[in-house]
């Protein structure tokens, strides 16, 4: 996303009333902060009445005070330092109910996630990895745990998937340097957006790969090298990363591709059993009965 909508307000300041005027500076001055505020709440910032905020929304052309705040919030997401977004977090919870808040605020990005990814992409993704040669799975930084996770099950269906180490950027290139026409990339990304996933997402693509791209949005720096795009709503407004969502996609990503490939699975997993009983992998459970 742009800053199409703090030049929208540059260009239009000299046509708005005084109290809109207000509220225009107010946001181009300080958009970190008024992403995450009510109408109500800005309205009481800047000196104006919640409708007159509202009405102001209307005038830019958009359909509510929501979606003109949602555009803010997307502007904004790979900008806010750390710092910025712990003081985000302490302002929207404060010394409220913690607990509840991130929980009802991670249902939340779930049900949006439900509700806003293409059933399409997800299927031609599906097809993707199941027709890959060689399966290369890429995450940076907070987005590598979600990349292990998805690593560590398709180890178990699949006989060539790379985690890509990405603890350096020439040892990551060293590792997909093979990379090419028939293989599969999965990359996973999230605001603030990683320099080193999109430089290598320019490399694979320019190596005829495909990518399968997880990350928040069709403005992600992501899209252009992007063959298959997985949308998952993701939380900025905190110094942790909310990542609930993706985990949940990539969960049900790992599901479709073992039910596609069933009967592969099943005895992959009937061989495993046997291995984990022998070297006692797991804990066996005590059922309480005497020996």
Excluded at 115 to 132: G, H, L, P, Q, Y
Aim: negative net charge; charged residues 25%; proline residues 2%.
């Amino acid at each position: 996303m742009k800053n199409s909508l703090l030049s929208k307000l540059e260009r239009n300041t000299a046509s708005f009333s005084k109290g809109q005027k207000k509220i225009a500076a107010y946001i181009m001055q300080n958009y970190d902060k008024a992403a995450f505020m009510t109408a109500s709440a800005l309205g009481e910032k800047v000196g104006v009445s919640e409708s007159t905020v509202v009405r102001f929304a209307s005038e830019l052309g958009f359909k509510g005070y929501p979606e003109f705040q949602k555009e803010i919030q997307q502007m904004i997401k790979s900008k806010l330092t750390a710092v910025q977004r712990m003081e985000v977090s302490e302002s929207l919870i404060g010394d409220g109910d913690v607990i509840r808040s991130v929980l009802s605020k991670d249902i939340e990005l779930i049900r949006e996630t439900a509700e806003k990814t293409s059933k399409e992409d997800f299927k031609r993704a599906v097809e993707a990895i199941k027709k890959a040669n060689k399966i290369y799975i890429l995450g940076v930084r907070s987005s590598a745990a979600l990349a292990s996770f998805l690593a560590f099950y398709f180890n178990l269906v699949f006989d060539s998937v790379v985690l890509v180490d990405t603890s350096s950027a020439s040892e990551m290139f060293e590792q997909m340097f093979r990379i090419g026409e028939g293989d599969v990339c999965i990359a996973i990304s999230f605001p603030r957006y990683s320099k080193q996933t999109v430089n290598a997402l320019r490399f694979i693509a320019d190596r005829k790969a495909t990518v399968i791209s997880i990350t928040d949005n069709d403005a992600s720096p992501m899209v252009p090298y992007t063959d298959h795009l997985l949308v998952a709503k993701s939380n900025m407004a905190s110094v942790v990363d909310s990542l609930v969502a993706p985990l949940s996609l990539i969960n049900a990503l790992i599901v479709s591709v073992t039910l596609s490939k069933k009967d592969e699975v099943y005895n992959n997993f009937n061989e495993l059993e046997s291995i984990w009983e022998k070297y006692q992998v797991y804990e066996k459970e005590d059922t309480g009965a005497d020996e």
